[in-house]
């Protein structure tokens, strides 16, 4: 029998973009991944390449361990970044890296989630979910202004500041490989596998 964090998942992978949005409280900017699925973002503002040198980073994990890029040299790194801990958006993503993770971890990649949550709400993310990698607290958005995800957002013609849900893969060489300025929750996982192939 399924695990009831794993029941959850499955629950939000059958939920449309619409019966998300309905779900919302009043004060919908509070949660921006419950409706970054059907609504229009703007553009993303990373002026990052692929073949660029990906910026180094010293942010904590959930445990307030230091996560550092140049500690990874050598290995492949997914940094994915996404707007809220344990929304319906966030969570389908989270949910689908950690089903996919034991392929990643047979092929040495590191995957690496940010936000600018806590290392406490991380925590309880990941307690919650049974996530098996590392999320890291940007709480002053130094990591998120730095790869150019934090910035102006759009919701029912309100503009509002946010993380874009973007991901950058790394190579073993600190460089850029690829670049996602769009992600579909849900196939983001095995899509990222793939690039890692080519």
Request: contains cysteine; glycine residues 8%; proline residues 5%.
């Amino acid at each position: 029998m399924a695990s009831p964090s794993i029941e959850h998942c499955d629950k939000l992978k059958g939920l449309s973009g619409k019966a998300l949005t309905s779900q919302r409280t009043p004060n919908a900017l509070q949660f921006p991944c419950s409706f970054i699925l059907t609504d229009r973002i703007s553009n993303s503002v990373s002026n990052l390449k692929e073949g660029d040198k990906a910026p180094d980073f010293a942010v904590p994990d959930g445990e307030g361990n230091v996560v550092r890029l140049k500690d990874l040299r050598g290995k492949k790194v997914v940094l994915y970044f996404y707007p809220k801990d344990d929304t319906p958006g966030c969570t389908r993503e989270a949910c689908a890296f950690r089903d996919s993770f034991a392929k990643f971890k047979k092929r040495g990649i590191e995957v690496l989630g940010v936000s600018i949550d806590s290392e406490k709400s991380h925590q309880k993310f990941s307690k919650k979910f049974d996530l098996p990698f590392r999320l890291l607290a940007d709480t002053d958005r130094a990591l998120s202004e730095s790869y150019g995800t934090y910035g102006k957002k759009k919701f029912m013609g309100r503009e509002y500041m946010g993380v874009h849900r973007m991901t950058f893969l790394i190579d073993e060489k600190g460089k850029i490989k690829k670049i996602y300025p769009k992600v579909k929750p849900d196939d983001h996982a095995e899509e990222v596998l793939a690039a890692f192939s080519d």
